[in-house]
């Protein structure tokens, strides 16, 4: 397909019937848009595993708390849609907030146990907000496979849980994390950093680094390599922990020896930007 190809849908029903014509295997990169290069490699996946991709853009005001950046989240339509059409994405789903919630809307998704931790403690509310978006939309698609990035691992957690538990019948995909080269996770909300919180948000990775080197010498217990994030954390002015977590991957309960698919995590404030990342430690 060449790049004047692609598709903009906004209605639920507009999509649903250009879906209803699609054979084959059909991916879906669920997004809330001012897409960046992690995006891209979610998208890269679906469109080499799948015969069409649907990439959906849709700011979901259902996850973000009422202090949260909702309002202010970055949004660049066009852009994403070129950069979309360069790779050669068939479909985008961009509805409105409406289209999503129309008025009376009252039913959600409560995810549980898995998203009572990490993020759903930070944020009260949050998966139920993005597992009742992503519900909407899978049913919307009805994708063979979804992608989502390991960077938001509870978020896979959550939605592999959601899947599974009410045998939704698609294949959850986890994309690895793609970092900027001095190793900041890329995000979004990157957008919000100046220079020198940029530099202040590479302690995030350091962390995550020292604890997964502490770990490949043989330390096993957790909570040294949880103050060990803690102390680098600390030693950057400009950041303020909100947590530190060395869990088990799968149900995300804090660990105190490492085993197996173990997780860590963070969510630390850089100025008035919230920014989270994790990494695997796999043997
Ligand atoms: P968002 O637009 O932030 O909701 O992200 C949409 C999807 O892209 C989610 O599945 C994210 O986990 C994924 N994503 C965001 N940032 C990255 C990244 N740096 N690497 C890989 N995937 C990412």
Redesign the pocket.
Same mark, same amino acid.
């Given at each position: 397909m060449d790049q004047s190809d692609t598709l903009v849908l906004d209605t639920g029903a507009a999509m649903r019937a250009v879906r209803a014509g699609l054979a084959g295997t059909v991916g879906l990169v669920? =997004?809330?848009?001012y897409l960046h290069q992690?995006?891209m490699?979610?998208v890269r996946r679906s469109r080499e595993e799948n015969d069409h991709t649907i990439v959906s853009i849709f700011v979901n005001p259902t996850q973000f708390g009422p202090q949260e950046d909702f309002q202010r989240y970055p949004r660049d339509p066009e852009r994403d849609l070129s950069l979309l059409k360069k790779e050669g994405v068939d479909f985008v789903f961009m509805p409105s907030v409406p289209e999503i919630y129309p008025a009376g809307f009252d039913t959600y998704v409560a995810p549980g146990s898995i998203a009572e931790r990490l993020e759903g403690a930070a944020r009260p509310g949050h998966f139920r907000g993005v597992a009742t978006v992503v519900l909407k939309l899978f049913n919307i698609v009805q994708p063979t496979r979804a992608y989502?990035?390991?960077?938001?691992a509870q978020?896979v957690a959550v939605i592999k849980k959601m899947a599974l538990d009410l045998a939704l019948g698609l294949e959850i995909t986890p !994309?690895p =994390? !793609?970092r900027e080269p001095d190793g900041l996770?890329?995000?979004?909300r990157n957008v919000y950093l100046n220079p020198s919180e940029h530099q202040a948000a590479l302690c995030l990775w350091r962390s995550l680094r020292a604890a997964r080197d502490l770990w490949a010498k043989g330390e096993r217990r957790a909570e040294t390599l949880r103050q060990s994030m803690r102390t680098i954390l600390e030693s950057e002015p400009l950041a303020r922990i909100e947590y530190v977590s060395a869990a088990y991957g799968e149900t995300l309960q804090e660990l105190e020896e490492i085993q197996p698919a173990a997780q860590v995590s963070l969510a630390v404030w850089i100025g008035k930007t919230r920014l989270i990342d994790n990494i695997e430690l796999r043997v």
């Open positions: 669920p =997004t809330m848009g992690g995006h490699a979610l989502f990035g390991q960077k938001d978020q !994309v =994390t !793609v996770a890329m995000s979004s």
